[in-house]
């Protein structure tokens, strides 16, 4: 009788990363990060929105109404000036932090890639040890079964 080989046992290296410790890790936050994250944080908020959209509100209507000094009159020049400064340096500052993010998912993206590769190699170890014993039942049924009987 030939001699029933099964793989060699598989040995698992399960090394489990937490993506936010490997971020925090690979990249040094430095003050300048954290505060474009902040800023990305805030103005990426409904609280901002509403807060803005009531003082520009105020801002026009006191300048229309003339209840005090018109210090801008419409069409709202120095409005318009304060608005486009705060687009021009807050957008950079957001594209800073989004670009951290998008760093992190990359790091994100790696380990997912690192994961599915050990669980390629585990489902195939499994199919090969499933091959040997359905191998192996076959020819224990050889010799056990008459021979019209094993298919």
Same mark, same amino acid.
């Given at each position: &009788? +030939?001699? %029933?080989?099964? *793989?060699? *046992?598989?040995?698992?290296?399960? %090394?489990?990363? @937490?993506? @936010?410790?490997?971020? +925090?890790? +690979? ?27 009531? %003082?520009?509100? /105020? ?18 020049? /120095? ?12 957008? *950079?500052?957001?594209? &800073? ?41 076959? +020819? ?12």
């Amino acid at each position: &009788m +030939k001699k %029933i080989i099964f *793989p060699a *046992p598989f040995k698992h290296e399960h %090394i489990i990363r @937490n993506v @936010n410790d490997l971020f +925090k890790e +690979k990249l040094a936050v430095s003050v300048g990060q954290r505060a474009a994250d902040r800023v990305a944080f805030i103005v990426g908020s409904w609280k901002f929105i509403i807060i803005q959209t009531l %003082i520009l509100a /105020l801002w026009a209507l006191l300048n229309v109404t003339a209840w005090v000094y018109h210090w801008d009159p419409y069409p709202f020049i /120095l409005m318009n000036l304060f608005l486009s400064l705060q687009a021009a340096y807050t957008a *950079p500052v957001i594209m &800073m932090s989004q670009n951290r993010l998008s760093e992190k998912d990359r790091l994100d993206a790696h380990n997912d890639y690192e994961l599915n590769i050990k669980a390629e190699q585990e489902v195939r170890t499994i199919l090969d040890h499933l091959e040997a014993q359905n191998e192996a039942l076959r +020819k224990i049924l050889e010799q056990v079964s008459p021979p019209d009987a094993v298919e």
